[in-house]
């Protein structure tokens, strides 16, 4: 069993930054391929960017080259830093454990990207 906390959204205005952070607690968090998704109103959750165990990462095409994910298995944490941050953004975001066939979520912190 896996418990996620997300922690770090907030209200940003476009062009700025945010880096969220998942703290993860439960055994073997190394393991684990770790990833970030949100969810905008009315619309599909989506996956965002992905670190696997060995420390490879894949992202969406809509965040490639703004967003960073990251891991320290030492603390058991993913992070995720946002740059460039656009009005399209805003929606709840969600940390993901997955080593199969379980999976794990956090319950979302609120991005919200507006002037």
């Known amino acids: 069993q896996v418990q996620l906390v997300e922690s770090g959204g907030g209200l940003v205005q476009p062009g700025g930054s945010l880096r969220l952070s998942c703290a993860a607690s439960?055994?073997?968090?190394?393991?684990?391929?770790m990833g970030w998704y949100r969810q905008a109103p009315g619309k599909q959750r989506e996956l965002l960017a992905m670190?696997?165990?060995?420390?490879?990462?894949t992202y969406t095409d809509s965040v490639k080259g703004r967003f960073t994910i990251s891991r320290d298995n030492a603390k058991n944490t993913v992070t995720l830093q946002m740059n460039g941050l656009k009005p399209e953004d805003t929606a709840v975001y969600y940390c993901?454990?997955?080593?199969?066939?379980?999976?794990?979520w956090g319950q979302g912190t609120q991005v919200t990207v507006s002037s």
């Open positions: 993901n454990a997955r080593l199969v066939p379980n999976q794990y």
């Open positions: 439960g055994s073997f968090f190394s393991l684990y391929a």
């Open positions: 670190i696997t165990s060995g420390g490879t990462t």
